[in-house]
């Protein structure tokens, strides 16, 4: 679950469980057993039992004959409606359990019992017990549903193309082989479909996002693109001093979407400069010849970084131009637009 909601700091799998046994034991890989276990057991025993039920309900509505023709559909109308109840005993266990993961060290309860009281205690806060139910849904609604309807299918497919005989036919070995090439398949393909939802579980239970609502929390964890210009007195300077200033929001938006033009002009109009952004210079409406590099950074909506900080450079900078560029002084500084 760190992996999640803290991938700079826990790097591949290995490298995060030493770093999490050096920090906190070899004890601490198994915190949070104990929802996971109560919280899958009951998600398990609704899940397929209310399948089952709900596949032999929705085959009766339709029909022998309308069955044969969408079996597909059916399956996926089953599976889904007995996730959407499996979910609802899940989640407050799996909010323990994210809960339990996700803090640091020593801030929140391991035990069960007492993360459980700690859930409740602080419902405002947490949002317990259900405050992950749609995510919750998000993620394990489409997951059933790939993994019930993929591996009745592959199974489909394995005795009409490669095992074509009747299935009765076969040994026990054959058959219970065609059911684990089968069963891999589909858990293959709804881990995929699963992930990103199942990234949005962890991030509600991330300390920082407390509080927050879950349109916030997605829209903080997407990068947004900053653009700067440098604001140096010689702004063709390489001295390792460079000083960097942010353009305006409305200013890096205008910049921005010229940015994902497809067109090759690549060019951003402000009031008073022209943006070339295939020579990473701002250019003076007035005195073509004032020139000044600009960068594109990607940060975090919930960070903030000084312009005059080491940032990562995604466009290019431009060497110097043909025509000599007129350093700026303090009465020819760039104007930034309302």
């Known amino acids: 679950m760190g992996f999640s909601v803290n991938p700079d700091k826990y790097k591949g799998l290995v490298k ?4 999490i046994v ?3 034991g070899s004890r601490a890989v198994w915190k949070g057993w104990l929802p996971t276990f109560f919280g899958y057991s009951a998600q398990g025993a609704f899940k397929y039992g209310l399948y089952e039920i709900f596949k032999d309900q929705y085959a009766n509505m339709v ?4 069955y044969d023709k969408y079996k597909g559909l059916i399956w996926c109308a089953a599976s889904a409606s007995a996730e959407f109840f499996a979910d609802i005993a899940l989640c407050p266990l799996e909010m323990v359990k994210v ?9 929140f309860p391991v035990a069960f019992g007492p993360a459980w009281s700690e ?9 317990f017990p259900y405050r992950s139910l749609v995510p919750l849904w998000s993620r394990q609604i489409p997951y059933t549903v790939a993994k019930f309807y993929f591996f009745e299918k592959v199974v489909q497919l394995f005795y009409t193309y490669v095992f074509t005989q009747p299935k009765d036919t076969y040994s026990k070995t054959t058959q219970l082989g065609v059911t684990f090439a089968s069963g891999y398949s589909a858990g293959v393909i709804c881990a995929i479909v699963s992930h990103p939802a199942d990234s949005v579980v962890s991030l509600l239970g991330k300390p920082a996002n407390k509080g927050k609502s879950l349109g916030q929390i997605i829209r903080a ?14 702004p063709w300077s390489t001295n390792g001093n460079e000083e960097w200033i942010k353009y305006s929001d409305i200013e890096s938006a205008i910049i921005e979407e010229a940015f994902n033009q497809k067109n090759k002009t690549k060019l951003a109009e402000l009031d008073n400069y022209l943006i070339n952004l295939n020579d990473s210079v ?8 004032k020139q000044r590099q600009i960068k594109r950074v990607l940060t975090s909506t ?25 350093p700026y002084s303090s009465s020819t500084r760039p104007k930034m637009a309302a």
């Open 16 to 19: 995060g469980l030493k770093t």
């Open 22 to 24: 050096a920090e906190e």
């Open 63 to 66: 029909g022998k004959d309308n």
């Open 99 to 107: 809960k339990v993961q996700t803090s640091p060290h020593g801030t």
């Open 119 to 127: 859930m409740n205690a602080k419902r405002v806060d947490t949002g």
């Open 221 to 234: 964890d997407q990068p947004r693109a900053q653009w700067y210009w440098k604001s140096d007195s010689d």
């Open 282 to 289: 701002q250019i003076s409406k007035s005195d073509p010849n």
């Open 302 to 326: 919930n960070e903030s970084q000084d312009a005059g900080a080491a940032l990562p450079q995604l466009a290019k900078i431009s060497k110097k131009p043909k025509t000599s560029a007129i």
